[in-house]
């Protein structure tokens, strides 16, 4: 059976040429980058060229403000919690009702802890209130957390003019960006249009590196402590020995997307355009969620209404179509997802929802694939559906839209 990957958003393949850059430091340059003998030497010398590609690529000036780390979960908890340990006498942190949950649980945890927390909200659109923001910075706020692009909908935030309005407002707050979906896929230059972002995010599964490493930005002179201690590697920032072979892969990688950025911006945005025009025009009662506000090139997430999205994952599993009913972290939850209850989808779309990702990797047949599958799966579990009126073609009113209709 053929594959056809359209859960990129969740990880994505490892490019060959990663893989061919990283094998060398498996069986030939395994030396520790730490220890003082020659050979050892030359592996530490890879991964400062590794740190100043990955700046460079970022327009982030010194390289030694990029740390390494595991994951970008491991970035978002050293930003999160090393700025919350830094800075102990402010106590109020702004993040929004989207994030990813290796930065909305984080914030949730502190706020256990005693901190105050504002969840901004979005509208049915996905996007932030400019005038919310505003409003929500105070005098005791510490840090603002924002993610760049969301993972389930990819509907892009305005994090530069967010993170200038920030230090505008006030200087001493610290602006973190999780950007782990959108490197590779948009420009990003942190001494130019982003030069009021203090911390920002990301990992390299996300852009064909291997699963296990990570990078964090530090802005020179941004107050965050270390999240891991016990040694000094990553000039004291990090304890543990450098994963040299995936900071290589990582580095390979990041040449490899800014080489192939364009391609995002057309190849793969009109792939995923195609797709979410042809399901338009076979399916009836779906929506695209997200669809107008500024989204990355390569997302699309539909809801269909009256089914649920973990029988068309199953579904589709059996033709061989990999998709995603949210974000990869919490499928298996029956919980409809937070980000598209945060968008007031309605209840007959919010349990049938399916996010498609792609990458430069991905075909006209992939779509087409699933093109094919898709409607016919959708109208199959329909007919099944006890949301679903088989004899007029639309959905039953549920009891909460019933409600709702007769309090709007």
């Not at 780390?69 to 102990?88: D, H, L, R």
């Not at 909200?121 to 924002?146: I, K």
């Not at 249009?193 to 064909?208: A, C, I, Q, T």
């Amino acid at each position: 059976m053929r594959i056809v990957y359209a859960d990129n958003n969740a990880t994505t393949q490892v490019a060959p040429e990663v893989y061919e850059a990283m094998i060398p430091f498996f069986t030939e340059n395994y030396f520790n980058p730490s220890s003082m003998y020659e050979p050892a030497r030359s592996t530490a010398e890879v991964v400062a060229r590794s740190r100043e590609g990955i700046a460079r690529h970022l327009g982030a000036g010194d390289p030694k403000q990029i740390l390494f780390t595991s994951c970008a979960s491991e970035s978002n908890n050293t930003a999160i919690q090393g700025v919350v340990k830094a800075n102990p006498t402010r106590r109020h942190i702004i993040t929004t009702s989207v994030e990813h949950p290796a930065v909305l649980e984080v914030c949730r945890d502190i706020e256990r802890g005693g901190f105050d927390v504002t969840f901004l909200s979005v509208d049915q659109d996905g996007n932030l209130d400019l005038r919310e923001f505003v409003r929500a910075l105070r005098p005791d706020t510490l840090l603002v957390t924002v993610m760049h692009a969301n993972n389930e909908t990819g509907v892009i935030f305005p994090v530069a003019e967010l993170a200038r309005i920030t230090k505008e407002t006030d200087s001493k707050i610290v602006f973190h960006t999780d950007a782990t979906q959108s490197i590779g896929k948009l420009p990003i230059d942190l001494q130019r249009e982003y030069r009021h972002v203090d911390l920002l995010s990301f990992s390299g599964h996300k852009l064909h590196a291997p699963k296990g490493i990570g990078a964090l930005y530090i802005r020179r002179g941004t107050p965050c402590r270390p999240l891991l201690i016990g040694g000094h590697q990553e000039g004291g920032r990090r304890a543990g020995t450098e994963n040299v072979p995936y900071i290589v892969a990582l580095a390979k990688a990041m040449d490899l997307a800014m080489a192939n950025l364009d391609e995002e911006q057309t190849k793969v945005r009109q792939l995923r355009d195609r797709l979410e025009t042809s399901l338009a025009e076979r399916i009836s009662h779906i929506q695209i969620n997200g669809k107008a506000a500024p989204r990355l090139p390569n997302t699309s997430n539909v809801s269909c209404y009256s089914i649920e999205g973990e029988s068309m994952l199953f579904e589709l599993s059996e033709y061989g179509i990999c998709a995603s009913s949210g974000s990869a972290c919490t499928s298996g939850t029956l919980e409809p997802s937070h980000v598209l209850r945060a968008l007031n989808v309605p209840f007959m779309a919010v349990h049938g929802s399916i996010r498609f990702s792609f990458s430069r990797y991905n075909t006209d047949d992939d779509i087409d694939r699933i093109i094919e599958i898709f409607p016919e799966i959708v109208t199959r579990l329909r007919r099944a559906s006890p949301y679903w009126d088989a004899k007029t073609n639309i959905p039953r009113q549920s009891a909460e839209d019933t409600v709702h209709a007769k309090n709007s």
